[in-house]
T-cell receptor
């Protein structure tokens, strides 16, 4: 069974600063994927970034980067230069046979 | 840009009634999913569907749930006799064959059972 742990229920960050959201996972599969999704107050799930377990480099997508530490089974999301529009819930997820297992989420609030 | 659509955006129903939630996946996608998110909780996998049959389902997906692809475009989730605890946001998702990088999620249907 896949297990995703997000230990930070909520975080505050100042506008234009960076924030790191923690995610650890537990899987016995040799090949897997790690995802981050953003869920604003409107409720939709927005894909942010993906990291494959065999990828040599950390994934980056614009202001989002994934700090992948395979030996520690961690896949932290870094949001650089935070914007007010980044205020949302953020979910880490692991893919197992392509279905996603999600963590409990971290609420990020960006302060002006 | 193609997107997954879901209707209705919000459904209110009485306990014991049947509901059908509808999804239109992205046209060239072959794998379809339903997920559920109870208010304030994490997103949970319900069922995956490929080649006109269920490929995997979770413990949540009991006999009260069913999925169908009635035509070439729609993908539906039916709850036969709704319970209060079925109140949640239901997300449809789809992906291309061979794609591991992304599942595209629809905007969700908020189901309220009274």
């Amino acid at each position: 069974a896949q297990k995703i742990t997000q230990t930070q229920p909520g975080m505050f960050v100042q506008e234009k600063e960076a924030v790191t959201l923690d995610c650890t996972y537990d899987t016995s599969d040799p090949s897997y994927g790690l995802f981050w999704y953003k869920q604003p107050s409107s409720g939709e799930m927005i894909f942010l970034i993906y990291q494959g377990s065999y990828d040599q480099q950390n994934a980056t997508e614009g202001r989002y980067s994934l700090n992948f530490q395979k030996a520690r089974k961690s896949a932290n999301l870094v949001i650089s230069a935070s914007q007010l529009g980044d205020s949302a819930m953020y979910f880490c997820a692991n893919s197992n046979d392509y279905k996603l297992s999600f963590g409990a989420g971290t609420t990020v609030t960006v302060r002006a | 840009e193609p997107e997954v659509t879901q209707t209705p955006s919000h459904q209110v129903t009485q306990m014991g009634q049947e509901v059908i939630l509808r999804c239109v996946p992205i046209s060239n996608h072959l794998y379809f999913y339903w997920y559920r998110q109870i208010l304030g909780q994490k997103v949970e996998f319900l069922v995956s569907f490929y080649n006109n049959e269920i490929s995997e389902k979770s413990e949540i997906f009991d006999d009260q749930f069913s999925v169908e692809r009635p035509d070439g475009s729609n993908f539906t989730l039916k709850i036969r006799s709704t319970k209060l605890e079925d109140s949640a946001m239901y997300f449809c998702a789809s992906r291309r064959k061979g794609s591991v990088t992304e599942q595209y999620f629809g905007p969700g249907t908020r189901l309220t059972v009274t």
